[in-house]
């Protein structure tokens, strides 16, 4: 419980100093305990030994630390996650209001990994949130999903259409009908 409420910093040297006391064969079993890497059970001892006197005191890790973010790592990611989302992308065409999605990040984040490009479901959420889509599915993704494949086929040659005109350089409208109630 105490490791656990440890800085990452404070945890290697807490878990350094026991292994210091256990001596031989220590590092090894404060390893398996706290699920520390070796590695850094000795970087930690080496702090200690050097007094801490190269750590900085106003953070826990230098300058620049830390994994880069997914899209830094792979640059097309972003276009890649543009491309599945371009023939599903639904909501408010004047931009008042974040764009809908049908797929749900599980669906996103499978499909980007079969693309060579694999992200996490909380990396698509905030690539999403960035890109103007709300992260949430659609309100009607169940029935989207469960649809004859015939109406997938129609939003396909509508998708087919937009581009076409994009390429065109056309103007592309967008209306949204409702289904009226019987006796309404």
């Known amino acids: 419980m105490l490791i656990s409420r440890l800085d990452e910093q404070q945890r290697r040297w807490f878990v350094a100093l026991e292994a210091e006391r256990l001596g031989r064969g220590g590092e090894t079993l ?15 001892r080496r702090e200690l030994a ?8 106003e953070r ?6 830390g994994r880069p973010a997914r899209e830094v790592q792979d640059p097309e990611l972003v276009p890649a996650l543009e491309t599945l989302l371009a023939p599903e ?22 499909a980007l990994a079969a693309a060579g490009h694999p992200a996490s ?23 989207a999903h469960s649809s004859p494949p015939e109406r997938d086929a129609q939003f396909q040659h509508i998708a087919e259409q937009r ?8 103007p592309i409208i967008s209306v949204d009908t409702k289904k009226k109630g019987a006796g309404r």
């Open 30 to 44: 404060l390893a398996q305990i706290t699920g520390l890497n070796r590695r850094t059970i000795r970087r930690g």
């Open 50 to 57: 050097a007094g801490l006197a190269e750590r900085p005191t």
């Open 60 to 65: 826990v890790r230098a300058p620049g630390g």
């Open 89 to 110: 992308t639904a909501g408010d065409p004047m931009g008042r209001r974040a764009k809908g999605k049908r797929s749900s990040l599980r669906h996103l984040s499978a």
């Open 121 to 143: 479901r909380p990396t698509v959420a905030r690539l999403l949130r960035q890109l103007g889509y709300s992260p949430k599915v659609n309100a009607r993704r169940t029935e």
């Open 163 to 170: 581009a076409q005109f994009q390429a065109a350089g056309e």
